[in-house]
């Protein structure tokens, strides 16, 4: 398979597998949307935000 997983165009070298920033965005919101309706924990407010997770692009 190749080409950007959102919409299917060849992808950017910078950005691979993505084709835009834009596409990029989107499946990273995707995956946080993902996340947050996992249930099973409510209090994870109490917990400590790690950094393993730093956009490289900063
Ligand atoms: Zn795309």
């Known amino acids: 398979m ?3 997983p959102i919409c299917g165009k060849p992808m950017d070298p910078v950005l691979r597998p993505f084709c835009s920033k834009r596409c990029a ?3 990273l919101q995707r995956w946080f949307s993902g996340r947050y309706v ?3 924990s409510p209090d994870e407010e109490g917990e400590e935000r790690q950094n393993s997770e730093q956009d490289p692009e900063d």
């Open 2 to 4: 190749s080409g950007c």
């Open 25 to 27: 965005d989107v499946d």
């Open 38 to 40: 996992i249930p099973g």
